[in-house]
């Protein structure tokens, strides 16, 4: 089937990777590198950030759980440091691209496992920043937010939900996430998954998904 329509995660596609953010708030505190993804890891469904995202609480339960499962694993660290390091830096080359596929006529759909905190779809820490996102989230035919549809990644029903917005099937739809868990069930519904590492390996393989040439400034 022909290639129709792009589909990006937000945060660490188009922005710089949370992860980043998080070890430099590691280093920062003294905590162990990859603290914060250690803590997420546990009960990865159930636990403080996954009910966040799906706006089950909000940020100052949030702030007391994620504390909780800090301690837990032998460090102190509140949840509200967590969010405030979590926009990232935004991927110029990554804005034009979409503008490019929009001029070739591809659909963009944007789905973001996000948390209801901050200013905005990319959770902005300043009004600039989130004027910044919202532009970029302009672009897309149709964004879908995990803490606005009570759905996270990697449920296939928030897949689902975007190809039925779209009208498309998921063999028509490249993917794009920097998390693999997050890219297989997209793989599995019919989807080119490709595996985020950086802006430029992304603009790579996703020129080699379309035959297309992305430029890396």
Request: glycine share 8%; net charge negative; hydrophobic share 45%.
């Amino acid at each position: 089937m022909t290639v129709t329509t792009v589909i990006f995660d937000f945060g660490g596609v188009i922005t710089s990777s949370p992860f980043e953010a998080f070890n430099r708030l590691e280093d920062e505190r003294g905590l162990p590198r990859d603290f914060v993804r250690r803590v997420n890891a546990v009960d990865p469904d159930g636990n403080a950030w996954a009910k966040f995202e799906r706006a089950e609480i909000d940020a100052a339960a949030f702030d007391a759980l994620f504390a909780a499962e800090a301690r837990a694993l032998g460090h102190e660290l509140a949840g509200e440091a967590v969010l405030a390091v979590l926009a990232g830096a935004v991927r110029p080359a990554m804005v034009a691209a979409l503008d490019t596929l929009k001029a070739a006529g591809f659909k963009l759909g944007c789905i973001t496992n996000n948390v209801p905190s901050g200013k905005g779809a990319g959770m902005a820490q300043s009004d600039s920043k989130a004027a910044e996102v919202a532009a970029i989230l302009a672009r897309f035919d149709h964004v879908i937010e995990s803490s606005k549809v009570g759905v996270r990644k990697p449920d296939p029903a928030i897949y689902r939900m975007m190809c039925d917005a779209l009208g498309v099937e998921p063999a028509a739809c490249v993917y794009l996430d920097d998390l693999g868990i997050n890219c297989k069930p997209a793989a599995q519904l019919g989807m080119r998954a490709i595996k985020v590492t950086s802006g430029e390996q992304a603009l790579k393989d996703l020129g080699t998904a379309l035959n297309m040439e992305f430029s890396h400034p």
